[in-house]
């Protein structure tokens, strides 16, 4: 035990901590997305519902990242939502799986129109290092119409963010 002290007090913190420029950047698109989400919604707010249909998780780190008190996403309106009755927005990560294709269709016919699908991250645009794997069926376009698409393994926070702002337009006013 003492060595695992040692070695930790030599370390120190192995953590990369977030730039400056880049947490302005996220607070930057943050309001611009927060005036949008206003001016669509009248006052109410956008909810995403995120679907794993087959991921290795590291995607789900990022967009767990979101809700962490250093994004925190909620203060611009969005907020993650467990069912997707409630759900304005589909932000799916992974390659689809065969197991979780029929939960995919599922999830995405209980969405309620104008359901807004978002490829997130390289494994749902084109099955990234899944590709060919005997347990996949196809990448997330083959399976639901798909709006946006952010690439990136995994793709950041920002990219996240910037690629809402962009599918915002296409929302009719509520
Ligand atoms: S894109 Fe990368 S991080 Fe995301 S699920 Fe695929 S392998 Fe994992």
Redesign the pocket.
């Known amino acids: 035990m003492f060595d695992i002290i040692k070695i930790n007090l030599k370390t120190g913190c192995a953590t990369i901590p977030i730039q400056a420029k880049s947490k302005k950047e996220f607070s930057v698109v943050g309001n611009e997305l927060k005036n949008k989400i206003k001016q669509l919604f009248g006052g109410r707010s956008l909810h995403v519902r995120q679907i794993d249909a087959g991921?290795?998780?590291?995607?789900e780190l990022e967009i767990s990242a979101l809700s962490n008190p250093i994004y925190d996403i909620e203060r611009f309106g969005i907020h993650f939502v467990a069912s997707p009755r409630h759900a304005d927005v589909l932000l799916v990560?992974?390659p689809i799986t065969r197991q979780m294709e029929p939960a995919l269709i599922k999830t995405y016919e209980a969405t309620p129109e104008p359901r807004i699908v978002i490829a997130t991250?390289?494994?749902a645009i084109n099955c990234?290092?899944y590709v060919n794997s005997y347990a996949v069926s196809g990448p997330l376009n083959t399976i639901i119409p798909v709006d946006v698409n952010i690439p990136?393994?995994?793709p950041n926070p920002t990219a996240i963010l910037q690629a809402l702002l962009s599918i915002l337009d296409r929302l009719p006013k509520k």
């Open positions: 991921s290795c998780n590291g995607c990560t992974g991250g390289d494994c990234g290092v990136g393994c995994p």
